[in-house]
């Protein structure tokens, strides 16, 4: 049985870091791609950063890039998601989900996962993260 799980969200003031983990569990396929997804109160689902288990290849959106990093474990169990400077739009829920949709994760690098989250086949619960003073 896939399981993810998130871990790592809280409350932290603007300007602060948090550190996400995803840990995966019960996955033995050899290609996919993970990504961070978030959804804030009243707002539609918003991609946030993947990873290519294929060739390590990351991308992050605007709104978080030079921010936030996502990378992965030695391993490949886990994956995280740094996030600093931390501001008030970026409290959410967030999400990991794994795909193994080819042509998605082929595109990683140019953020393809991140607008197709419905070729994504496994979710996690989800992590709230709260940034307020």
């Known amino acids: 049985q896939v399981q993810l799980v998130e871990s790592g969200g809280g409350l932290v003031q603007p300007g602060g870091s948090l550190r996400l983990s995803c840990a995966v569990s019960?996955?033995?396929?050899?290609?996919?791609?993970i990504a961070w997804f978030r959804q804030a109160p009243g707002k539609e689902r918003e991609g946030v950063s993947c990873?290519?288990?294929?060739?390590?290849?990351?991308f992050h959106v605007d709104s978080v890039r030079g921010r936030f990093t996502i990378s992965r474990d030695s391993a490949k169990t886990t994956v995280y998601l740094h996030m600093n400077s931390l501001k008030p739009e970026d409290t959410a829920v967030y999400y990991c989900?794994?795909?193994?949709?080819?042509?998605?994760?082929?595109?990683?690098?140019?953020?393809?996962?991140?607008?197709?989250?419905?070729?994504?086949?496994?979710w996690g619960q989800g992590t709230q993260v709260t940034v307020s003073s």
């Open positions: 990873i290519s288990n294929r060739d390590g290849s990351t």
């Open positions: 019960g996955f033995t396929l050899p290609d996919y791609a």
């Open positions: 989900a794994i795909t193994t949709e080819g042509s998605v994760i082929a595109g990683t690098k140019f953020g393809t996962p991140l607008v197709r989250s419905n070729e994504f086949d496994y």
